[in-house]
């Protein structure tokens, strides 16, 4: 993916509401370790031990809004104690809104940021 998809990124983020997943963390976010933007998501609901069940949750509740892996973003689910999501809802947690908020040219937890959209932070 050459750029963000926004308005794709929303559309994921009103079904796994549908599926009464509720995010705390939702940004686009472009790591030079992946070479390409990633949609990551941090929920309590995603926290699993085995990463495979996460995924799996998350992708049956995209299927029954209609994504299929063709037209699924890449994804990056972590946990709630990654140290990049403990940072940024330190710094962001109590912000009114942080949706369309720009992140880039930083480190926050362990993670290099290049650049990022954000949704939500809380």
């Known amino acids: 993916m050459v750029t963000i998809d926004v308005a794709k990124g929303s559309e994921i983020l009103d079904a796994l509401e549908q599926a009464n997943l ?9 790591m030079p370790e992946y070479e390409e ?4 998501l941090a929920a309590r609901r995603l926290d ?3 990463v495979r069940e996460s995924y799996g949750l998350l992708h049956d ?12 973003p890449p994804v990056l ?23 369309g908020m720009r992140l880039g040219g930083q480190t926050i937890g362990d993670r290099f940021i290049q650049d ?6 809380s």
């Open 61 to 72: 509740a995209l299927s029954v809004a209609g994504f299929t892996p063709r037209n699924t």
């Open 48 to 50: 699993n031990p085995d």
């Open 37 to 40: 933007w990633r949609l990551i």
């Open 77 to 99: 689910i972590l946990p709630m104690k990654d140290p990049f999501i403990r940072e940024l809802r330190r710094i962001f947690g109590k912000t009114k809104s942080v949706e």
């Open 116 to 121: 990022a959209y954000v949704y939500r932070i």
């Open 22 to 30: 509720k995010v705390n963390v939702a940004l686009w976010a472009f």
